[in-house]
Structures are given as C-alpha cells and as structure tokens.
C-alpha cells in the first residue's frame, strides 16, 4: 500500500473525510478480491428494506451481521456470523493512521465488523447514514473493481450540499469525526472499468466498521 511519501496525498473532502486514490496495490486488490469471493461463499443478500424495496446491492457480513437497519449476533438461519478477519483489524488501523496521521486511540472501540457490497452494472445505494454502530469510530471503505461515483453529503439532509468523488479500485475513503454520520450513497457504477488483473465484473466494496456492540461470548 502507498505510504505517505510516495502515495497520493490524502483529500479531504469534508471535515473527516478523506479520500486517499490508490491506497492498495494492484496486487493487494487481487488479494482482497479473492478473499472476499471466499467470504461471499454463503451468497450475498439482497436486503429488503423497510417499505418494501429490494436493494440492488448483494451484501455479506463478518463480525456481525447487518440487516436494515441493526446488528445481530447470527444469521437469519441461525448460524454464527462468519469472523472479523484479524488482517481487515490490522488493515483498519492502517487506513486511521494514514488518513488522519494517528491511529485510534488505545481506547477506542475495535474494528470488528466488515460489510462486503456487490454492485453489478445497474445497481446503486441511495442516500444513508451509517448510524447502527453504538462506537463513533471512523467508517473506513475500500473500493474493489469498477469506479462508482459515490456521493458525500451533510449530516443534516440527504439532499445538497454534496460533493460527487469517483472512485477507483483499490481507493480508501474514510469517514469520521465530524462526517461520521454525514449522508452518503453511490449513485452509479461505471461498468467495465476494472482493472482487467482482478478478473472482477462489477465493483466490491468492503466497509470496515467498529460496532461499540460487546464481543460475543465465546463457545464453551
Ligand atoms: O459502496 C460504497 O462505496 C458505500 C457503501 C456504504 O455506504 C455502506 O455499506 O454503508
Ligand atoms: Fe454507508
């Protein structure tokens, strides 16, 4: 991954939110790709949301599981929610660190959820907060795959002010402090522009978030 004397430098695009273009290698994209093929085994979900509509993003989760609009422990089926991968932890960090010039404070809450979107062509995700984490650490997200256009707004309305950002496999985008609960969507994807190493139709994303919520207990 870039560091700061030679990536790009970090963008800021509201108060706490930063976009950092082609933070991952291509070889650590092709990585993060093949793991998430692995961690999407189970499928992905399409969510129904609360009035009705099926969302057109295809969704997997790790730590915990996510449905609109709260965290639960296990499955709909029942069974465990596959782990937090200790290395998404470490990669958490990293991106705090680089995004903002310090890590999280010792203190902080743990990563320890990751959601995994899958946008074909045509699907999208309209205006949201993220605001089912009891912690306020920053959301980190990294994009995999085809460039989208990923809208940041405000905290008070989904509308205007905001700022349209583009982004590009193997970006980082982090959003905390002041945005931390700024309205954000991705209006579109841009078919076919992935990069032809990763062998991926479509665009990943994967959110790494610190749910506040206390660690399961463990297995007898
Ligand atoms: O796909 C993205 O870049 C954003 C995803 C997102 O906002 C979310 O999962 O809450
Ligand atoms: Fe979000």
Do not use: K
């Not at 963008?11 to 093929?37: D, F, K, N, T």
């Not at 008070?156 to 700022?163: G, I, N, S």
């Amino acid at each position: 991954m870039n560091d700061a004397l030679f990536g790009t430098p970090p963008v800021e695009i509201a108060p706490g939110a930063v976009h950092l273009p082609g933070w991952l290698s291509e070889e650590q994209q092709i990585v993060l790709v093949e793991r998430c093929r692995e961690w999407a085994r189970g499928g992905m979900r399409h969510h129904t949301m609360p009035r009705g509509g099926r969302m057109s993003v295809g969704m997997t989760a790790l730590g915990l599981y996510w449905r609109p609009y709260a965290y639960e422990r296990v499955l709909p089926d029942g069974s465990p929610v596959p782990p937090f991968p200790e290395e998404l932890g470490d990669l958490a960090v990293r991106a705090v660190e680089v995004a903002y010039g310090a890590p999280p404070a010792p203190e902080a809450a743990p990563y320890d959820v990751a959601l995994i979107n899958f946008y074909d062509a045509g699907a999208h995700m309209g205006m949201h907060r993220d605001r089912d984490e009891v912690a306020r650490e920053p959301v980190v997200s990294l994009s995999l795959g085809d460039t989208c256009v990923f809208r940041f707004g405000n905290t008070e309305t989904r509308t205007r002010p905001h700022t349209d950002v583009e982004l590009r496999s193997g970006d980082l985008f982090v959003f905390g402090g002041p945005s931390r609960l700024a309205y954000h969507g991705v209006p579109r994807t841009r078919s076919g522009t992935a990069p032809p190493a990763l062998g991926l139709v479509g665009r990943l994303n994967i959110t790494l978030r610190a749910s506040g919520l206390p660690a399961a207990p463990s297995a007898p």
